[in-house]
């Protein structure tokens, strides 16, 4: 990490002052998006962004085509992501900066992706593209230029990845926190996947809970007290998943400030339900 600074995230104080200082500076990546309406993404951008940033769109760069499995948002193929990462200007010399539009979940997952695929150095901007904005930082407008080509080759394996199977062994023989809202971990309601209920064994943990009133992580002292009550231990396996990958992403970046090194579902409950064999709970526990 930059400066040998093991937290996900980074201030906007912290990025101005490398903006000013480094040479080259940060690759920095817009990754605002809106779910459910594929375009929101870049028009918010071209409306505001860093200086220098540029956009990253989640659907077509961070994730690979709807299929049969894989959830609503499936993990990229690994040879596309590397000709987009290079499109983008990433290189493994350089450190990269991610940020959205204020929810979180789009930079959650840039940072999670770019770290899956072995980039070391990668921070999200806390609080996105608002508390840059509410520092009195300087914006830019429409399309940045191109950047020069990168030169980063991926290499899965840097973070934890599981599986349909890997999921339900780690909600037997570990921790799988499941971090959607109450309601839908029960069964009682589920406004976008065909099937209500929750992977057999998991623990519901929702990630407003590690988020502060301003919808930015936690401190890790909180977060630590937060995930204790929960039964996560630094010698026990712990994982996330949501409906389609993007809270969990979340909910590993809190994790990872508590001090811990989870596992991610990627494809989570739009991904377990496509097999109809697997065992589906509902209920409180």
């Known amino acids: 990490m930059m400066a040998g600074v093991t937290s996900p995230l980074l201030s906007v104080a912290e990025l101005a002052a490398l903006l000013d200082s480094t040479d080259p500076p940060p690759r920095i990546l817009d990754v605002q998006f809106v779910l459910g309406d594929p375009d929101a993404g870049r028009r918010l951008y071209r409306r505001a962004h860093v200086p220098d940033a540029i956009f990253c769109d989640l659907d077509t760069v961070l994730a690979g085509p709807v299929g049969p499995t894989g959830g609503r948002h499936p993990l990229p193929r690994t040879d596309r992501l590397q000709e987009e990462l290079r499109r ?8 990269v900066v991610v940020y959205d539009e204020g929810a979180g979940m789009a930079a959650a997952r840039a940072w999670w992706v770019l770290r899956w695929v072995g980039h070391g150095d990668v921070r999200i901007l806390d609080g996105g593209l608002p508390a840059w904005v509410a520092a009195g930082e300087p914006t830019a407008t429409g399309d940045a230029p191109a950047p020069a080509r990168g030169d980063f080759t991926v290499n899965p394996g840097g973070m934890p990845l599981l599986d349909a199977d890997g999921a339900a062994r780690l909600a037997r023989a570990g921790l799988l926190l499941d971090v959607r809202a109450p309601e839908r971990y029960r069964g009682e309601s589920e406004p976008i996947d065909p099937v209500a209920g929750h992977i057999p064994g998991a623990v519901n943990a929702p990630v407003a809970e590690s988020l502060d009133e301003s919808g930015r992580y936690r401190g890790a002292e909180q977060l630590r ?24 992403a979340q909910q590993v970046v809190a994790l990872t400030i508590a001090g811990f090194e989870p596992a991610l579902y990627a494809g989570s409950w739009s991904d377990w339900i496509t097999d109809p ?3 589906v709970a509902t209920g409180p526990s």
């Open 88 to 95: 983008l200007g990433v290189r493994a010399s350089r450190p």
């Open 277 to 279: 064999h697997r065992p």
């Open 225 to 248: 007290d937060r995930f204790a009550g929960l039964g996560v231990t630094p010698d026990r396996s712990v994982g996330a998943y949501c409906g389609s990958g993007l809270s969990a």
